[in-house]
């Protein structure tokens, strides 16, 4: 059978106690020395015994890690704003060098600053050069054509309302001419048709 569950309670007899304390005193340092080592770790142990004898472990100093653990545990917010503003500065600094980078590529580019570059940079910035100016020529001729291709459709449409505007005063001048040529003939021309009559009759009469 195995052992049964110790259970925990304080040791009565006092070398017993002493010799228990000693024992586990020396695990728990050795415990903590490894865990430091194989785990990359800050451990700070601190030991006190039933006689105040102090016992002690510190990976990197017992005094360090205890203003360690009161930067943690008693002045969480300016920890969090320590962190923060080290992260802000980090990224500022990220986005400056960038910044400072595509200032220097836009000097390249432009001709300029050239002397610190070696061969195979200005090969690379004459490939660069070479496919943006391939680039800009397509663009332009893409749209060249698009232009030439809306002053055809323009040029379509206007020949379209060309003929309509032709169709339309050839009916209108058509529809004008016949109701000219109605009236003369129902107003006016019954008139002079009436007076040839009265003077036929007239010179009848005095011949």
Known sequence: MGRGRVELKRIENKINRQ????????GLLKKAYELSVLCDAEVGLIIFSSRDKLYEFGSVGVMKTLERYQRCCFNPQDNNNERE???????????????ESLQRTQRHLLGEDLGPLSVKELHNLEKQLEGALTQ??????????????????KERELGD??????????????TGLDLVYNQFMHGEGS??????VGESSIHGWVL
């Open 161 to 174: 309302m060309n003929k309509h505007l032709k169709i339309k005063v050839s009916h209108e001048l058509s």
């Open 19 to 26: 010799v228990t304390f000693s024992k586990r005193r020396n």
């Open 191 to 196: 008139s002079v048709q009436r007076n040839m």
């Open 136 to 153: 800009a020529r397509q663009r332009k001729t893409q749209i060249m054509v698009e232009q030439m291709e809306e002053l055809r459709r």
């Open 85 to 99: 503003t080290q992260s802000w500065y980090q990224e500022v600094s990220k986005l400056k060098a960038k910044f």
